[in-house]
């Protein structure tokens, strides 16, 4: 949504136009300005709250460019939408906290577990995990019903962030996260977590064959329900715990992105026909 000039449809002149028409529509231009602000508005981890020199968060759907059925704020590109419109959706999103597009890191991801530490901004295709001591990078990870965990030692000046659906999960990216994080100087007791919003327990059914690869206390077998459903999220903050991040610093968002298609972006809600989200987390210049 550009602006237009917004000029009242029947100014001709500058000699005819009412001053205070003019006030109106500066005011109004103004109020649109603030509400597109606040559409674009990601959910911001409360664990991060009181972490200084810190940018972390998940976006939503709503406040971009792009039509349906990318509507309307899709960071991907990797889904039919308009190249264009995803690179302003990006610039909408993330120029306001300070990282423009060419200040992201971006992992190309592949539903793996293989992490690189990254020193530049840029595509890196073959990873579904990124770490870095490098202020001024913004590490980006995707998602439309698979998770964004972003990780933070503030101490050490390491970040982290990994893509985490029920493949990534079951290879353990999450340790080999922190494992990495831990190469860069970090502890896992200093770390702080979030998992960010993906689908639930309740919509996340899957076969079987899925189901036996997950520790049972997270598999769940409702009445009624032909097949099992995974609690990812209760795993996910399971192996954060076991790779040693402290309980009191794991958040885990409850929203779940299939049941939420209002706010979120869902591939299985929505027939793979849909935008992706970010989950994002970085250390300003």
């Known amino acids: 949504m550009e602006d237009s000039g917004g000029l009242p449809s029947d100014f001709t002149s500058i000699n005819s136009l009412n001053f205070s028409h003019f006030h109106v529509c500066s005011d109004y231009k103004r109020k649109s300005s603030l509400m597109m602000e606040a559409a674009t508005t990601p959910l911001r981890p409360t ?60 992992a190309g991801q592949v539903h793996g577990e293989k992490i690189k530490t990254v020193t530049e901004a840029g595509l890196f295709p073959g990873y579904d995990g990124l770490v870095t001591q490098k202020r001024g990078l913004l590490l980006c990870i995707s998602a439309a019903d698979c998770a964004a965990v972003l990780l933070a030692d503030i101490e050490a000046g390491a970040i982290g962030a990994c893509h985490a659906g029920w493949r990534g999960t079951v290879a353990g990216i999450v340790g080999k996260t922190v494992a990495a994080l831990e190469a860069l100087g970090a502890e896992a007791a200093r770390l702080r977590a979030y998992v960010s919003p993906c689908i639930s327990a309740e919509h996340f059914e899957v076969g079987p064959e899925v189901a036996a690869q997950f520790d049972a206390a997270f598999v769940r077998r409702w009445p009624g329900k032909a097949k099992p459903h995974v609690d990812l999220k209760a795993t996910l903050a399971a192996q954060l715990e076991a790779a040693g991040v402290p309980a009191a610093g794991i958040e885990v968002s409850p929203h779940c992105t299939f049941a939420e298609t209002d706010r979120f972006f869902s591939y299985r809600a929505e027939n793979g026909e849909t935008g992706r989200l970010m989950g994002f987390i970085g250390m300003p210049a």
Not at 55 to 61: E, H, L, M, P
Not at 69 to 79: E, K
Request: charged share 20%; no cysteine; glycine share 12%.
């Open 47 to 106: 664990v991060f709250a009181d972490v200084p020199g810190l940018v972390a968060g998940f976006s939503t759907r709503h406040g971009g460019a792009s039509a349906a059925p990318y509507a309307s704020l899709n960071l991907g590109l990797s889904t039919g939408d308009e190249d264009a419109r995803v690179q302003q959706n990006r610039r909408r999103l993330f120029a306001p906290l300070g990282f423009p597009p060419e200040r992201l890191a971006i």
